[in-house]
């Protein structure tokens, strides 16, 4: 069982920043993908940006630019830093992991919630 915990959400006026941080209890982080989601109200969960162990990123067209996820492989966390915000960007924010070869090994943070105010 991997236990992800999340945190850095806040309220932020427009163009702010943010950074998020999951930290990630396992003992073999290199093993896993790893993700940020974000889901804002009436919406579907969407994917914000992902990273591979060896650090290969990719974002979403709405926050390239922007965002720029990295991970600590050493400290097994991941981190979300977010500039240039707008009120679209408010939603509950969401760490991922998921393991390179078994794909029922997918699990979820709780999620923390992330307001961008005019």
């Known amino acids: 069982q991997v236990q992800l915990v999340e945190s850095g959400g806040g309220s932020v006026q427009v163009g702010g920043s943010l950074r998020l941080s999951c930290a990630v209890s396992?003992?073999?982080?290199?093993?896993?993908?790893m993700a940020w989601y974000r889901q804002a109200p009436g919406k579907q969960r969407e994917l914000v940006a992902s990273i591979t162990p060896t650090g290969g990123a990719n974002y979403a067209d709405s926050v390239k630019g922007r965002f720029t996820i990295s991970r600590d492989n050493a400290k097994t966390t991941v981190t979300l830093q977010m500039n240039s915000l707008k009120p679209e960007d408010t939603a509950v924010y969401y760490c991922?992991?998921?393991?390179?070869?078994?794909?029922?090994?997918?699990?979820w943070g709780q999620g923390t919630q992330v307001t961008v105010s005019s």
């Open positions: 991922n992991a998921k393991h390179l070869m078994i794909t029922a090994y997918d699990y």
């Open positions: 396992t003992s073999i982080f290199s093993i896993w993908n």
